[in-house]
T-cell receptor, first 115, second 111 residues
Framework: ETGVTQSPTHLIKTRGQQVTLRCSSQ?????VSWYQQALGQGPQFIFQ???????GRGNFPPRFSGLQFPNYSSELNVNALELDDSALYLC??????????????FGEGSRLTVL | TQLLEQSPQFLSIQEGENLTVYCNSS?????LQWYRQEPGEGPVLLVT?????EVKKLKRLTFQFGDARKDSSLHITAAQPGDTGLYLC???????????FGKGTKLSVKP
């Protein structure tokens, strides 16, 4: 079983630039979520994709956008980067655990630094 | 706004000690999850608790869900250096299962 993989692992951008982060979901998982984790904080929900459609969104501006592809892989795009966008971006795919509750399987994240 | 408050924020202990970390909210949740995150990695799910008063054990880790389903605790017995990491509690909100997380407890276990 292949886990969640993300790329790139680290990247540095300057203010105003655009970035695309990529995620391959765990085999068999059709739901992908993206989270932003600032230093010293817990992850914050950005949005979720299910069968190529956005299926829920957190409190993030429209310059955060995403895509999901037919193979369930996903992209997170951020336009007009700001310094506060510096964070670890985590992708997670959703499976159903033995408790019957959705369980998230996270990738290792993409560390974005905005200068 | 639903918030999860975790305490303590930081904890540094010696190998062999016991510890408890807490996750509290004013909201009622249908379930709570605990994750551990190590530096440079994504969070890894440890447990899901779904029933008020439920206690789950995972080796030296004991998780409890409060009777009112507003709070949870994680107790570690005889901590080891391998337990070092950021412990996050999280709750499912929304119909499609997006999570809200607490800020976490950063645990350091010294040999």
């Amino acid at each position: 079983e292949t886990g969640v993989t993300q790329s790139p692992t680290h990247l540095i951008k300057t203010r105003g630039q655009q970035v695309t982060l990529r995620c391959s979901s765990q085999s068999g998982h059709n739901t992908v979520s993206w989270y932003q984790q600032a230093l010293g904080q817990g992850p914050q929900f950005i949005f979720q994709y299910y069968r190529e459609e956005e299926n829920g969104r957190g409190n993030f501006p429209p310059r955060f956008s995403g895509l999901q592809f037919p193979n369930y892989s996903s992209e997170l795009n951020v336009n007009a980067l700001e310094l506060d966008d510096s964070a670890l971006y985590l992708c997670a795919s959703t499976g159903t655990g033995t408790s019957g509750v959705g369980e998230l399987f996270f990738g290792e994240g993409s560390r974005l630094t905005v200068l | 706004t639903q918030l999860l408050e975790q305490s303590p924020q930081f904890l540094s202990i010696q190998e062999g000690e016991n510890l408890t970390v807490y996750c509290n909210s004013s909201s009622v949740f249908s379930s709570l999850q605990w994750y551990r995150q190590e530096p440079g990695e994504g969070p890894v799910l440890l447990v899901t608790v779904v029933t008020g008063g439920e206690v789950k054990k995972l080796k030296r880790l004991t998780f409890q869900f409060g009777d009112a389903r507003k709070d949870s605790s994680l107790h570690i017995t005889a901590a080891q250096p391998g337990d070092t990491g950021l412990y996050l509690c999280a709750a499912l909100v929304g119909s499609q299962g997006n999570l809200i997380f607490g800020k976490g407890t950063k645990l350091s276990v010294k040999p």
